[in-house]
Nanobody, 128 residues
Framework: QAQLVESGGGMVQAGDSLRLSCTIS????????MGWFRQAPGKEREFVAA????????FYADSLKGRFTIARDNAKNTVSLQMDSLKPEDTATYYC?????????????????????WGSGTQVTVSS
């Protein structure tokens, strides 16, 4: 089992930056990939970024690559999401997720059903 708690959400203006953090506790050594998803009102939950717990592999939604950066700190058991040049359309609840499953392709980590553990989310609101 693993427990995930997000923090760092808030209300910002377009063009601002925000950094989200996810603190993970529990059976950390079993985790293979940690990721971020987001869900806007009335929309499906969508993939943002993911990172392997060991190694340098990262995965990003094509539309967000260049503005968002995922990183991990295994010593602190955290995964962060740096969001720059925020836009009103980035407004959503952001969720941290983790999985023990290993797949040969990064595309598997872009879908919600891959992930076994989820945080409760943190709200990000970007005003124009």
């Amino acid at each position: 089992q693993a427990q995930l708690v997000e923090s760092g959400g808030g209300m910002v203006q377009a063009g601002d930056s925000l950094r989200l953090s996810c603190t993970i506790s529990g059976r950390l050594f079993t985790l293979y990939v940690m990721g971020w998803f987001r869900q806007a009102p009335g929309k499906e939950r969508e993939f943002v970024a993911a990172i392997k717990r060991v190694g340098n592999s990262t995965f990003y939604a094509d539309s967000l690559k260049g503005r968002f950066t995922i990183a991990r700190d295994n010593a602190k058991n955290t995964v962060s999401l740096q969001m720059d040049s925020l836009k009103p359309e980035d407004t959503a609840t952001y969720y941290c997720a983790a999985t023990t499953r290993a797949y040969p392709s990064g595309n598997y980590y872009k879908v919600t059903r891959t992930y076994e553990y989820w945080g409760s989310g943190t709200q990000v609101t970007v005003s124009s």
